[in-house]
């Protein structure tokens, strides 16, 4: 196991590196929880935990390309699971109709204001959703 400050390669179990001390953590693939090594499932998310590896190992992956999207879609739904970041997604979408707006693309704009007033139902914000709804009618009259 390679220590996450360090670098330096440890026997597999230790829970501290040999070289600086430092915690020797392992993190869940599917959702980037931490688990201690003696961990078979995840605590968050059920994984089973032979698919897990040091967080250093894990960002050399992402970057050298090695992570497909589908394992990062589902980190990124495991964490929005985790944390309710599920409010975010229609901010985003609010967000990206805008900059469509500005580029003069008016039918996504259209398309993606649809899309964040049904995401704000969704999640139970009737405020953002009538702003979103007056916008459209603005937007088709």
Request: one cysteine or more; hydrophobic letters at 35%.
């Amino acid at each position: 196991m390679r220590c996450p400050s360090c670098g330096v390669e440890n026997a597999a179990g230790r829970k501290f590196c040999v070289e600086c001390g430092g915690k020797l953590a392992l993190s869940c693939k599917a959702c980037g929880t931490p688990h201690a090594p003696s961990e078979k499932f995840c605590g968050e998310c059920g994984a089973t935990l032979k698919e897990v590896e040091s967080p250093q190992s894990r960002v050399k992956s992402e970057e050298s390309g090695n992570s497909g999207l589908s394992t990062l879609d589902s980190r990124a739904a495991a964490l929005i699971a985790r944390t309710g970041a599920k409010t975010l997604a229609p901010a985003l979408c609010e967000w990206r109709a805008e900059l469509a707006g500005v580029l003069g693309d008016e039918a996504t704009r259209v398309q993606l204001l649809r899309e964040a007033h049904q995401l704000y139902e969704q999640i139970g914000a009737p405020l953002q959703a009538q702003r979103i709804g007056q916008l459209l009618s603005e937007s088709t009259s």
